[in-house]
């Protein structure tokens, strides 16, 4: 056997070496220059309004100790045996906030012609802070049919934060969605990049095995699985494959006869494949640091048994996969989508209520039983406490990983979590909007409750995003919440 | 060109496609006319047919790549929908196809579940030598054998890409097999099938072929016709992957390419030939099925797997028995007074059991059952839990079996909020107030005649545990298509009669054939619409009017001039 050095020169089948731009960035470790840990982001959402006519989700108390309701009770002492990650000091509500009328984004004065409606796209305008298009069953004034399903009109706050503080890290932003069954969501997406001038729908990884594979199945960690000499001629292999795809994907799409939106399908199928081959090549090279361990196979996803596909075990794959990617500096930016708007997960197992949860938010569940009312707002706290549980579940790894001296993962990342509508007798509530605020980076003022009447969510977005470094600027939205750090850390 | 919707149930709803059947109906301005001043004022008529339909290359769905895969190796790891990310569905609701290229979006997550499925399944063929071998079709005699090698790729390539190779091709995935040149220890990367200290050679092409772009899309080109800006005649190998596709699901396999090779799929009556050969496989019957579950919504069966599996089986042998067995006319699928049941599943329906284990034809008698909108198939479709809600199931009906789109309720309306006691004709009168009434009287009253169904298609006289709430199973079906007046009806039956008389039933299928045969949705409320294709659509709703028949609906399309060419927006319209 020959050595094997790690730096290799890689060449396609087709003999052409390939451009490495991460190889220099692979050099660095998760330090910067000076020594100091690098910040972290992570947006997360939960697709489901804050609940019917009883607000289970915002406290009553505002400021340091607040008081905890029945939704946000994994924020509290106890056990994560009992769903209790005791992480309240680190975790502020923001309440009081507005969804502006549409298509009014900043303002939250509404005109007598606003249209109330945040549905279709909501998560969108919210992470990206640009004006949603219209549900499509409204036209514009000149007749036009605005369309469903369009993408944002700029970025999601992560992409921006992976542009300011990600360079150089394999992946610029992990996407990963917990609803599991295809069965049971729709509106999917909660990411959003630019290519040019050009706004596009980044898809998120929905399957744990997938993200896994991914992340770590290719990267090397030292050769346990694996022998060197293995690993490199698997990923020469790999690489002789892509190599080949992308060079057809590249001739397929000059084809004068495509037309021009397969020639652009195609460019971007070759674009994904460069990208992938330059990961790759990225994970080979990888040397692992302090703290960064290979996470075990977590073997096949959890199945759709026609009620729900284990959301809460997928959960705790994905942030075990977050962490992972963090201590590593694999990625430093990641987003959640618990459960998608609108949708119809049935989230019966964990929490004891067996209906779809748009279906709750919309209370039309023709044939319950009992007080009616009552019996909802029981249901929809559970569902929104579910939500809360797994983002909790995340800030109890991130607390529980050393990340330089005496210091935390959780000390170093901001977390934001937002529901798709507030808590008003409205099932499209965009009023008395209420939103977790989480992690200590750049001094974030943790453990409060703020109320911030008629404010922009995606300003608090803006203020997470000052928080880890990144500019407060995200679409029509700019400028942090200075009342959201601690005093003197701005 | 668009339609505003927002007044739509206030004058009337608007079939997208107007009404088949009852000779001259076809036409009818009543039905045609009252869409508002959108796509039908610059219709063609049907002397100007034939248009050329916009399509663009098209991914494989999920299934599509599944059943393609199954065909090359023999064997898939598991169902691709696992680790492919799920295309966004169509906002409108009546559009329920897996296959739309406008919803296929280019993603890394994409890019790196093709490749994990192509090294499974890849490992798993290495670890089966005998599959391997038929897989190969030829023994290689060691790891120079370029041969083999060669004969395998000519192949293998020809059924994964669809059409021959070229020799630089050829020549391309061959080197793939040989070590890179600054191999680490030739030994291990030559062709073989014996598992070499690192595999061998082989597996490296398969995986190459199936995460190529040439595989996961049908990449389609033709030859440009004269006159016709944007306009391209199929070659015969992009006709054969049509009609595989469309009706197989899957592919083409060798025999079909070996009539593309001979140039026997040229004119449109050597077309119609083949695809007459192709309707006669077990292939055809399962595609079909599966077209009609997407379209009727049942594709997601009760969970239940003993009565899921049964019902399933139910569906697709009516379908099976009208289309093909007996090519009845397409209107018995919703007529037909017996259904292929067991004793398990007749019992569940409260029939007459069969004698023996076996399913067998039952008769309906005189429960008020008839056709497949009696099939528990059919009555799960939608279903949250297992309460039934009478809107969804008439809103289903118009907009999805009837092509018929009705307006969603204004946004910050909120439903009604039943009372636990009251009944659930009583909340539905809720609807019945002010400016709710337009849209909700009419899917709603179809739904309540569906009411004596529960979602499982169980006869029921009453909400369950709410002995007072008697339900009537008594609906109305509205105004529409060659129904001129609302007209009460009980039941499945009474029901697939109203919609079949109505003609818009058959204009509907017509319409979500070829929405489903060009991976696209043709509806005049999408912005990308062309009139052309609403016409074209028409024309076929036409002859499915005349025929009767899906398997002639299914030769008339794909022997269409929008079925044998595309065509393309050029760069300066985009």
Known sequence: ?490 | MVFVLQTACYSGFSPDIPAVGDGDGGMDAGTASSSGDGADGDDASEDELPHYAFTQIRRLSPAEYDASVLDLLGLVTRPSAELLPLDEPDSDEDYAFDNSYEHQVVSAVLIEAAQTLAEEATSALTEDPERLASVLGCTPTGLDDEVCLRSFVVDFGRRAFRRPLSEEDIQRFMALSRCPADALDPDVCGFATQDQEFSSGVDAVIQAFLSNPRFLYRIEEGTPVPGQEGVFRLDGYEVATRLSFLLWGRGPDAWLLDKAEALELETAAQVREIASTMLKTDAARAQLGRFHAQWLGYQQLPFDATLGDRMGAETQALVERVVFDEQLPWSELFLADETFVDSVLAQHYELPAPEGTEPQWVSYGDTGRGGILSHGSFLFSGAVGTVTNPVKRGRAVVTRLLCTPIPMAPPGIAPPDPDASECKEDVLEQHAEASCAACHNQMDAIGVGLEAYDTLGRFREAEPNKPQCVITGDGTFPALGNIAETTTFRGPKELGELMLDSGLLQACAATQLVRYGLGRNIRSSNPAIHPEDLAFTRAMATQFGESGRMDLLLLDFVTSTPFLHRRVVSQEDQ
């Open chain 1, 1 to 490: 056997m020959k050595p094997i050095s790690r730096r290799t020169v890689l060449r396609g089948a087709a003999g052409t070496a390939l451009a490495l731009p991460f190889l220099d960035a692979m050099e660095r470790t998760a330090r910067a220059d000076d020594g100091a840990a690098p910040n972290r982001y992570v947006t997360a959402f939960c697709g489901c309004s804050l609940g019917h006519d009883q607000d289970a989700f915002t406290p009553n108390a505002e400021g340091l100790g607040y008081d905890l309701k029945d939704s946000l009770a994994a924020l509290g002492p106890g056990t994560p045996d009992n769903g209790r990650y005791d992480i309240q000091s680190s975790v502020s509500v923001i309440s009081g906030l507005r969804i502006p009328s549409l298509p009014y984004s900043e303002t939250p004065t509404e005109p007598a012609t606003a249209i109330d409606t945040f549905h279709v796209g909501l998560q969108a305008p919210i992470f990206s802070g640009t004006s949603s298009h219209t549900n499509s069953f409204y036209v514009s004034p000149d007749g036009d049919d605005i369309g469903n399903g369009l993408p944002p009109q700029g970025p999601t706050s992560q992409y921006l934060v992976a542009a300011a503080i990600g360079a150089g890290t394999v992946f610029p932003a992990l996407d990963y969605k917990i609803g599991g069954s295809s069965a049971t969501s729709i509106r999917g997406c909660m990411s959003y990049r630019t290519e040019g001038d050009e706004v596009i729908a980044v898809a998120n990884v929905a399957s744990p095995q997938q993200a896994y594979n991914s992340l770590v199945g290719q990267a090397n960690f030292g050769g346990e699985t694996e022998s060197d000499l293995r690993r490199d001629f698997l990923f020469r292999r790999r690489l002789s494959a892509l190599d080949l795809a992308a060079d057809d994907a590249s001739r397929l799409s000059r084809r004068a006869g495509l037309g021009a939106a397969d020639q652009r399908r195609l460019d971007r199928h070759f674009t994904e494949l460069r990208e992938l081959e330059l990961r790759l090549t990225a994970l080979n090279d990888f040397e692992p640091g302090a703290g960064c361990e290979l996470l075990a196979d977590p073997g096949p996803n959890p199945a759709f048994d026609g009620v729900w596909a284990n959301e809460s075990a997928r959960a705790t794959t994905f942030h075990e996969l977050v962490r992972l990617a963090f201590i590593c500096d694999l990625s430093r930016t990641a987003s959640l989508m618990y459960s998608a708007a609108q949708n119809l997960i049935n989230l019966g197992p964990a929490t004891g209520y067996n209906a779809g949860i748009h279906t709750l938010t919309h209370s039309s569940g023709f044939g319950a039983a009992g007080n009616y009312a009552e019996q909802l707002n029981a249901q929809m706290a559970a569902v929104v406490a579910w939500h809360v549980e797994q983002f909790a579940q995340l800030i109890g790894m991130l607390a529980d990983t050393p990340d330089g001296p005496d210091t935390t993962l959780l000390d170093h990342t901001a977390l934001v979590f937002l529901p798709e509508g507030g808590s008003v007798p409205n099932a499209h509530a965009r009023g008395n909007y209420s939103m977790l605020v989480a992690g200590h980076a750049g001094g974030l003022a943790a453990g409060r409750h703020f109320r911030i009447p008629d404010e922009h969510p995606a300003r608090v977005v803006a203020t997470a995003m000052a928080a880890v470094g990144a500019p407060a600027e995200l679409g029509e939205i700019s400028g942090e919440l200075p009342q959201l750090f601690l005093p003197g850390a701005r």
